[in-house]
């Protein structure tokens, strides 16, 4: 009997996971069909309830729904209640089990696909919002030589780096340093903006991550590589690395992922 997996989120159109799913299914033999689900912004809850009651094993959930996710579930992993936010479902009969596979994206991501080494590295990580939330313990769990967060609202980033002993702070605060690892967890390349980064901010050999990805370099990414960052990636390895994540959550087996994403870069 074929197992039903879906996406949830608001909007749905544009997302790649049921091709990725998919993907992943074919490779290991898998009966399964993944969905987009257009679920209305006061109805998730209903909507969940509503996949459980019509057989579904899980889902995974995207913007705006993380937090209602994690506050949902009757069970959650280490690494969702870190972050605080659950992109990835399971439901069984004793109830929803929640985690987040978005950290172990970034890291298999960086690690593996581009060969970049995390540990020892000095890490800028930008923004302080879900994205960001759900990385940091899976990067100081790579053992860097330390994450600095930098937020334009210096208040929303000072409680979350306490909870993980990092620091933080404004942009201002970054004069005179420079990182190794620059990620951008920001919304900024949505809207065409790049953080206020003083000069010298890639250290020699620097990777500038943007988690936002598309079929040209995004502005961040631009901005990047005329500042001297030496190797430039966007999120779409992390989009398929915690997918496949949550494939291996799901159905016990890990997919190959570097066809499924030189396959997404040719689309």
Not at 161 to 188: H, K, M, P
Request: hydrophobic share 40%; charged share 25%; with cysteine.
């Amino acid at each position: 009997m074929t197992d039903h997996y879906a996406v949830i989120g608001n909007p749905i159109a544009h997302s790649k996971s049921p091709l990725i799913h998919a993907e992943f299914a074919k490779q290991r033999g898998q009966d399964m069909q993944y969905a987009r689900i257009l679920a209305p912004l006061d109805g998730f809850i209903e909507t969940v309830a509503r996949l459980r009651k019509e057989g579904y094993k899980g889902c995974n959930v995207t913007v705006p729904f993380k937090l209602e996710a994690w506050k949902l579930s009757t069970f959650l992993t280490v690494r969702a209640k870190d972050a605080e936010s659950v992109n990835t479902l399971s439901f069984r009969d004793d109830g929803i089990y929640g985690d987040n596979t978005d950290g172990a994206g970034l890291v298999r991501d960086i690690g593996s696909n581009l060969g970049f080494s995390i540990r020892g590295s000095r890490i800028l990580l930008m923004g302080a919002g879900g994205a960001a939330r759900g990385v940091i313990r899976p990067l100081l769990d790579e053992e860097p030589a330390g994450i600095f967060i930098a937020n334009r609202t210096v208040e929303k980033a000072k409680p979350l780096a306490e909870r993980f002993g990092i620091g933080a702070g404004g942009y201002d605060e970054l004069e005179g340093q420079a990182f190794d690892l620059v990620i951008n967890a920001t919304s900024g390349s949505l809207k065409e903006e790049v953080p206020p980064l003083p000069e010298g901010i890639f250290a020699q050999g620097s990777l500038a991550y943007d988690m936002m990805y598309g079929k040209e370099p995004t502005v961040f990414l631009k901005f990047a590589e005329a500042a001297g960052a030496k190797y430039l990636s966007d999120g779409l390895g992390m989009l398929v690395e915690q997918a496949a994540e949550s494939f291996s959550i799901w159905r016990g087996m890990r997919p190959e992922t570097g066809s499924v994403i030189a396959k997404l870069r040719s689309c």
